[in-house]
């Protein structure tokens, strides 16, 4: 089955500066690419996500960047704000016909943006 | 319109006791997922069910079970809990997957603590 690899497990930056998140997976299968955020007593949160046919996608302060060949993707949050403090997950999931949903989840990134 | 809902929030059991846990995925959602999340282990997929029916199915004993109903409401079931079952159990709604994977949308879960 799928391995989704995440690095780093913890990541400290000062606000303002640029937060990276780097995952890796293992199934050539797999072309959708979902980010999630989830504060404490939440549920995960779905903040962006990417299709195998596209290499990057933006959305305001966050961006995801895919590489299908060497079999990373990576979330990229500029400008940080302390609000952005939580623990960020990768997913991978194969996408075609009648496959349904079946995500295979990074071990996740706890981010803290120091005021 | 509303999110994905979870009853109970909070639960305690007993070893040995069995569990029901509920998911009322978001209006016009037919797929509803379920994930156990635990500190040492993650985020991981327990099954999927769609029209009733149970789609995908994760790497869990059958102790773990699951239904639909008609409404795309779902349950999941755990019985003779251990206490390695203690975890955040959480649901997650989709359209259809269908033509291709959609976009997952996450409930705030349901703490189960077996002692």
């Known amino acids: 089955g799928e391995n989704v690899e995440q690095h780093p497990s913890t990541l400290s930056v000062q606000e303002g500066d640029s937060a990276v998140i780097k995952c890796t997976y293992s199934d050539s299968a797999s072309n959708y690419f979902p980010w999630y955020k989830q504060e404490l007593g939440k549920g995960p949160q779905l903040i962006i996500d990417i299709r195998s046919n596209v290499g990057e996608k933006k959305d305001q302060r966050i961006a995801v960047t895919l590489n299908k060949t060497a079999k990373h993707f990576s979330l990229h949050i500029t400008e940080t704000q302390p609000e952005d403090s939580a623990v960020y997950f990768c997913a991978a999931s194969p996408d075609s016909l009648n496959t349904g949903n079946q995500f295979y989840f990074g071990t996740g990134t706890s981010l803290t943006v120091i005021p | 319109k509303a999110g994905v809902t979870q009853t109970p929030r909070y639960l305690i059991k007993t070893r040995g006791q069995q569990v029901t846990l509920s998911c009322s995925p978001i209006?016009?959602?037919?797929?509803v997922s379920w994930y156990q999340q635990t500190p040492g282990q993650g985020l991981q997929f327990l099954f999927e069910y769609f029209s009733e029916t149970q789609r995908n199915k994760g790497n869990f004993p059958g102790r773990f079970s699951g239904r639909q109903f008609s409404n795309s409401r779902s349950e999941m079931n755990v019985s003779t809990l251990e206490l390695g079952d203690s975890a955040l159990y959480l649901c997650?709604?989709?359209?259809?997957?269908?033509?291709?994977?959609?976009?997952?949308?996450f409930g705030p879960g349901t703490r189960l603590t077996v002692t």
């Open positions: 209006s016009g959602h037919r797929s």
């Open positions: 997650a709604s989709s359209l259809e997957g269908l033509a291709g994977v959609d976009e997952q949308y």
